[in-house]
């Protein structure tokens, strides 16, 4: 699941900071946050790609990152369970804690961390294994099953709350790969789901689905919002101000502006978020 | 703000439906102009124009309704966007409000042709309308130039035009007081003082959709009614001068 997310580090435009401003606008903090970056920049060599970017997560929130191509959103998604580690160029600082534990300690295991910060990708990308299998997976590595009793029903809880387990629970055996597309990346999500995570990372889980299992996942993102916190990077605006209580804009590697949804979407207070979010030329 | 659309039919569209809002708006200030002089100067066949250029101001509004709603369902506008599409549709609504008080005075004005004249009040009325059309002349100019500071000032303006309405009801009181045979006339005439003083209140919440427009924020403080005819307390307090007028 890692490595084939493995590649060349995006291309990322030069830093204007004269158009950019200092610091964020909006409220960064929230009460009782689960995850909490701070100043986190990264680097691609010798590129900057994000700098200075501040940001809680809440426990049970869906917070949606936002912004134009090469912005840095999903290079900040990427560092809150450490995917950038995989990109053999790229160096992170400053500060990600989750419930106060500094994910980039010397003596951090990247494998458990994964487990309780669990990632859905763009493209659905099962194992080339069985749905069961599929679900498996995880909690089998993690050692969180007692016997196979234990795992059926940690794999069936996972389908269920992934909102699969009607349309499959009579084919636990057949490859995941001849799912649907929708399937498919709920059998994802049921994945990252069955290792009981803290925080859900999303990058663009939708813009491979049509209009209806967008709509399927979009609803699980809903349900699984009473549990998990949920960060999803997308670039439909609509998606964003359908799914998610706070919105995150970012714009040439910073963190422009942060806050509510309903309030971002109807009076931005940023003169690039208006401008991307209208569609106009920032 | 002053970027343009990367869609440019998307920006086309939004000025499209600009234009019909300043059009309409042209239309009624027309209308009001055009009652309050058939009222002025007992002109029946202005009254009558009046009254047929009506249908004009109603269908743009229905046009204006229907491209908004076709643009929100398009094209998912946010923001500013947003906000302009939100309050063209309640824009339109008051403008078509505002024609048919026009078009009820020119109703009025035929049927006061048939009856004695009221010394004084067609020119307190003129003077009125002439307040109100100013009014919504600004708020239009306000709309096109997403102008904050004048759609607040048109806010502030409607307490004016309150208080003629309010002089005229004690007027017209007085007048019915003093012999019953103005009571027709009068009626007629406050209904018409009244249609102007809820004009009003309509180019105010023109002006308040400006500010919600410009700042995304609805005006907080809650404006002046001057308009005291409709309250106990005044109505009890207005009483001796009733009775003064009427001795």
Redesign the interface.
């Known amino acids: 699941m890692i490595e084939s997310q493995k590649g060349a580090p995006p291309e990322m435009p030069d830093i204007d900071l004269a158009k950019l401003p200092n610091t964020t606008i909006g409220d960064i903090y929230v009460e009782n946050p689960r995850m909490t970056a701070r100043q986190v920049q990264v680097n691609y060599g010798d590129k900057t790609a994000i700098e200075g970017v501040s940001l809680d997560i809440g426990g049970c929130e869906v917070i949606s990152f936002i912004g134009p191509s090469g912005c840095g959103k999903s290079t900040f998604l990427r560092c809150l369970n450490r995917m950038n580690d995989t990109i053999k160029t790229c160096k992170v600082s400053g500060d990600i804690r989750l419930n106060g534990d500094d994910i980039y300690a010397p003596d951090v295991d990247v494998v458990p961390l994964r487990a309780r910060v669990g990632m859905v990708f763009q493209k659905p990308n099962p194992f080339p294994k069985s749905i069961f299998d599929n679900v498996a997976y995880g909690p089998k590595i993690h050692g969180l099953a007692e016997d196979r009793g234990h795992m059926k029903q940690i794999v069936q809880e996972a389908l269920e709350r992934a909102g699969l387990w009607s349309e499959v629970h009579n084919r636990l055996d057949d490859p995941g790969t001849g799912l649907s597309g929708g399937q498919q990346q709920r059998l994802c999500i049921a994945r990252a789901i069955a290792v009981s995570p803290e925080i859900i990372l999303m990058d663009e889980p939708c813009s491979a689905l049509d209009p209806i299992a967008t709509a399927r996942i979009e609803h699980l993102i809903h349900e699984l919002s009473s549990e998990y916190s949920i960060v999803i990077v997308t670039h439909s605006l609509q998606q964003a101000a359908r799914v998610s209580k706070r919105t995150a804009y970012f714009h040439l590697g910073r963190l422009v502006e942060v806050g509510l949804t309903d309030r971002l979407f109807m009076k931005p207070q940023h003169e690039m978020t208006n401008n991307y979010i209208t569609g106009r030329f920032g | ?1 002053s ?5 440019s039919q ?1 920006q086309s569209e939004l000025d499209a439906i600009k234009a019909k809002i300043i059009k309409m708006g042209g239309l009624v200030e027309a209308s009001i102009v055009g009652a309050s002089a058939s009222l002025y100067n007992r002109d029946a066949e202005l009254a009558e124009h009046v009254r047929a250029s009506d249908a004009a101001i109603d269908t743009l509004e229905q046009q204006i309704n229907d491209e908004a709603a076709r643009v929100i369902a398009l094209r ?8 302009l599409l939100l309050t063209v549709i309640k824009v339109s609504g008051n403008l078509e409000r505002i024609a048919d008080y026009s078009k009820n005075i020119a109703k009025r004005t035929r049927v006061l042709l048939e009856l004695r004249s009221i010394d004084g009040s067609p020119a307190a009325l003129r003077r009125m309308a002439r307040e109100v059309e100013l009014m919504l002349g600004d708020a239009l100019n306000a709309y096109v130039q997403q102008d904050q500071a004048l759609a607040l000032s048109v806010i502030a303006r409607d307490e004016a035009v309150d208080q003629i309405y309010n002089t005229l009801f004690r007027e017209f009181l007085t007048f019915m007081m003093e012999d019953p045979r103005n009571i027709t006339a009068c009626m007629h005439l406050h209904f018409i003082a009244k249609n102007i003083e809820r004009m009003g209140d309509h180019v105010t919440s023109i002006a308040e959709q400006v500010v919600f427009y410009t ?3 609805k005006p907080t403080d809650e404006r002046t009614k001057a308009d005291v005819t409709s309250s106990d307390a005044a109505l009890s307090g207005m009483k001796p001068t009733w009775s003064t007028g009427a001795e």
């Open positions: 703000m970027d343009l659309h990367i869609v998307f998912s506008p946010n923001a500013e966007d947003l906000r700042s995304g924020e």
